[in-house]
């Protein structure tokens, strides 16, 4: 008995959340301010995961580049980041989704309208209850631009100047993607033409990759790269180091994947959340063997950095569309991108194109990949996503190496060969990421 009255006060306080949800069901408004805190929540945590993606761009860069340009990756990192949220607050929001405030319909938002958020306090009357709070909508897209230039810095690694680099960064994340991003994203004539892009495979990571493709062509490779018909091989600085910047992508995934489903108010809205997650895991998974296998059996021996970047193709390549496959769907199509990147990292130094992270693999011809798989489980046609991918290129190549050329043609853009040989560190920086192992 005494037993029963003790369990009576925690049966109850289980209960109570319970009913109320139910009631709120039942009375249709207060289940409307549920759902627009939950999903709210899932914009927050969603935003914060993609945003510790961040540091794993940070690490992963740092790891695969010399010791002489740790520290010049560290500051173009968190120095992107930084502007990349400042031009998203001035023009990059309400340009990449205008509502009903285009200046050309379906093509261009309006310029140099600022994010506004909800009042302080802001009460049901005033708060968009059929969606989430603008300053998470604002936050969780963000962190989406950010992460598409982080993309461009590992690619144009190790040889190019940090202020023109910054400059190009302000207008690919005030102006390019939030151009290119309303023609999906907000409303735009890709999205009235049927295109399908879940998270952004072809929309944040191949206009990432297309824009690091037109920096390394502008700026050329690394002194010493290819000589004499060959490639020599640059180690990385510190593999441990790209390995932890790897595992941290990956868990940003989550939320930038599941984030992506934009509500959280429902059963089922939770339920393709936690869908979502298990195939994003599933295809970083699958990159990651299959990158594995193919070193092993191409190369004698696994290559960890191939692996590496397996990984994150896997999951570039899911982006598109995480929700609808299988376990299984999700499988193959993060081994195919896992593949990709082991058949175009050679490709490109056949071009002579130096990329230092695998960027343009990793990002661009995964994200090529991830767009067109989505035909296998969507209702998009293969015209229409083609359409889309060439769209996205042609727009973002083009716009990138007009841009990088005006920029070498006026402030320079490429370090001198002496500050390149001594490294980026101290040319730029007057610092050292490792200055114990430093000669003298």
Request: glycine letters at 12%; a negative charge; hydrophobic letters at 55%.
């Amino acid at each position: 008995m005494n037993l029963m009255k003790s369990l009576i006060p925690a049966v109850v306080i289980v209960a109570l959340p319970q009913v109320g949800l139910a009631q709120e069901a039942a009375s249709g408004e207060p289940a409307q301010h549920t759902q627009y805190i939950f999903t709210t929540l899932l914009f927050l945590m969603g935003g914060f995961l993609v945003f510790f993606m961040a540091a794993g761009f940070a690490m992963l860069e740092g790891g695969l580049v010399r010791s002489k340009n740790v520290a010049m990756q560290m500051i173009k990192n968190i120095a992107l980041f930084s502007i990349a949220a400042i031009m998203y607050w001035l023009i990059g929001f309400n340009l990449m989704y205008p509502g009903d405030g285009w200046t050309i319909s379906g093509w261009l938002g309006p310029f140099f309208s600022t994010t506004v958020l909800d009042p302080v306090g802001v009460g049901a009357d005033a708060a968009a209850l059929d969606y989430a709070s603008i300053g998470s909508d604002f936050f969780f897209q963000l962190v989406f631009v950010a992460a598409t230039a982080s993309i461009v810095s590992g690619a144009v690694a190790e040889r190019i100047k940090l202020w023109p680099f910054l400059a190009f960064v302000v207008v690919l994340t005030g102006i390019m993607y939030p151009i290119s991003g309303s023609w999906q994203w907000g409303g735009g004539w890709l999205s009235e033409a049927g295109f399908s892009d879940f998270a952004g495979s072809t929309i944040v990571h191949s206009v990432g990759g297309w824009a690091a493709l037109a920096g390394a062509i502008i700026l050329g490779p690394r002194i010493g790269k290819y000589k004499d018909g060959k490639v020599h091989p640059m180690p990385g600085s510190n593999l441990a180091l790209a390995t932890l910047g790897t595992f941290i992508l990956w868990l940003g995934w989550f939320g930038f994947n599941g984030g992506s489903q934009l509500a959280m108010g429902t059963v089922g809205d939770v339920s393709d959340v936690s869908r979502i997650f298990a195939n994003t895991n599933m295809a970083a998974a699958s990159g990651a063997v299959a990158a594995l296998i193919m070193t092993q059996v191409m190369y004698k021996k696994p290559d960890l950095t191939m692996v590496l970047n397996g990984a994150l193709a896997g999951l570039v390549s899911i982006t598109a569309e995480p929700l609808a496959p299988t376990l299984f769907g999700a499988l193959w199509i993060g081994a195919v991108g896992g593949i990709i990147v082991v058949f175009a990292v050679p490709m490109l130094d056949k071009f002579k194109i130096d990329d230092v992270v695998g960027a343009i693999p990793v990002h661009l011809f995964a994200g090529i990949w991830g767009t067109i798989a989505v035909i296998f489980y969507g209702e998009a046609s293969l015209g229409t996503q083609l359409m889309g991918i060439a769209a996205y290129g042609v727009f973002t190549f083009v716009g990138a190496m007009s841009l990088w050329t005006i920029l070498k043609s006026t402030i320079g853009i490429r370090v001198s060969e002496e500050d390149e040989i001594n490294g980026l560190d101290m040319a730029e920086l007057g610092m050292e990421a490792y200055p114990e192992f430093s000669k003298g």
